[in-house]
């Protein structure tokens, strides 16, 4: 059953994924700097691998319609990515200022998602996660100019060993969600 469901998951894989990274490959280790409800702190894949499995999902931009229904869909679904014993952590090449703001709003992360900047999209790059430059005049849900580039939406499901368990590319922001929660639920399920 569990084989099933992490078959299922690399097929959804998109074309556009081929030269990302795949099941079982080991995961970059990265840290960076991140915002949980507004406050700053300092992320470390590896440190949070020590808790359990982590879903790392990167996103184009806070304040843009996918990425504030991904934030919004993963907030909801706080509780049981909590009760599968897995850490979520969104990284966009946003500014750390700017990801405070998103954390902290009760309409996107509400609180309860974590978000890392990545600026100049080193963090993106090795997870072979394609980056955009930044498209002149570009605005957010707000109105507000976005002046960073942009990672494509891409969810690395990562067993506590380090090696990815899922790799979710090619689907709507909402489903990214389901099939990352499927995931993390089904490593718990096989403890």
Do not use: W
């Amino acid at each position: 059953m569990i084989r099933s469901i992490f078959a299922a998951l690399a097929a959804t894989t998109s074309l556009s994924a081929a030269a990302a990274l795949a099941v079982n490959d080991p995961a970059p280790t990265f840290s960076a700097p991140a915002a949980l409800d507004g406050k700053p702190f300092h992320f470390s894949l590896q440190e949070a691998l020590r808790r359990g499995p982590v879903v790392v999902y990167f996103y184009p931009s806070a304040y843009t319609n996918g990425c504030n229904l991904e934030a919004h869909t993963f907030a909801e679904n706080h509780a049981r990515f909590a009760a599968a014993k897995t850490t979520v952590i969104g990284v966009s090449l946003d500014s750390i200022e700017r990801l405070q703001r998103f954390s902290a709003d009760p309409e996107y992360c509400a609180g309860k998602v974590p978000v890392a900047s990545d600026p100049a999209g080193g963090i993106a790059r090795s997870f072979s996660v394609s980056v955009r430059d930044a498209v002149p005049d570009r605005k957010d849900t707000r109105g507000q100019q976005i002046d960073h580039g942009f990672a494509e939406r891409t969810t690395f499901v990562i067993r506590q060993d380090g090696r990815l368990a899922a790799v979710i590319n090619g689907v709507t922001p909402f489903e990214h969600v389901r099939l990352a929660l499927e995931a993390a639920e089904a490593l718990q399920g096989s403890k």
